[in-house]
């Protein structure tokens, strides 16, 4: 059962708008969430985290922001990017140091020029 | 730089096979993963370990062994490959206090 879930699968974006990119979670129990980037025949790469006692973090052109009532999360790329056409992935742990990361499913990111 | 690497970086076998892949960090990072990414089910784990002789089972372990003899590798072993195993792998690890996983560039592998 998928404990992470991006129901998105792709999204398109003009560039120089904003790009919003979604994620919910089931697991109440889930206190720490991190967006990874990545791009084709790479590895993912660490974008932007937070944790449960914040609802908003920020980093440049991402910011995360947190819903934990309604167990959602979003990752708003504002102004968008040719360059961050790629897929995004977020994860969950129960803790910052725990090592069970669960994973979405990813949402295929496109930047039109 | 630091950094983590794997290899092969792709491959190709039999069914009943064993294969093992490589991964290798040099960071000296405890924490260490090996993940699987399949198409709608994003990265999925399969092992972990938190430092040298030490290793755990992940969601996905069926098929799986790792080992870990020193800091610095996490090498993981399919023991008779199967064509469900086909898959692009991911090892990780993890910095200390940060949560903030470093992938490594993933191998593909093909169970023909």
């Not at chain 1, 990545?38 to 052109?61: C, H, M, Q, V």
């Not at chain 2, 996905?60 to 062994?65: A, E, I, K, M, P």
Request: hydrophobic letters at 30%.
């Amino acid at each position: 059962d998928q404990q992470v879930k991006q129901n998105s699968p792709s999204l398109s974006v003009q560039e120089g708008r904003i790009s919003i990119l979604n994620c919910d979670y089931t697991n109440s129990m889930f206190d720490y969430f991190l967006w990874y980037k990545k791009y084709p025949a790479e590895g993912p790469t660490f974008l932007i985290s937070i944790s449960s006692i914040k609802d908003k973090n920020e980093d440049g052109r991402f910011t995360v922001f947190l819903n934990k009532s309604a167990k959602h999360l979003s990752l708003h790329i504002v102004p968008s990017q040719p360059g961050d056409s790629a897929v995004y992935f977020c994860a969950a742990s129960k803790t910052i140091t725990g090592n069970q990361f669960y994973f979405g499913t990813g949402t295929s990111l496109t930047v039109i020029p | 730089d630091a950094e983590i690497t794997q290899s092969p970086r792709h491959k190709i076998t039999e069914t009943g096979r064993q294969v093992t892949l490589a991964c290798h960090q040099t960071w000296n990072h405890n924490n260490m993963f090996w993940y699987r990414q399949d198409l709608g089910h994003g990265l999925r784990l399969i092992h972990y370990s938190y430092g040298v002789q030490d290793t755990n089972k992940g969601e996905v372990s069926d098929g799986y062994s790792v080992s870990r003899s020193n800091t610095e590798d996490l090498p993981l072993t399919l023991e008779s490959a199967a064509s469900s195993q086909t898959s692009v792998y991911f090892c990780a690890s993890r910095r200390e206090n940060t949560g903030e996983l470093f992938f490594g560039e993933g191998s593909r592998l093909t169970v023909l």
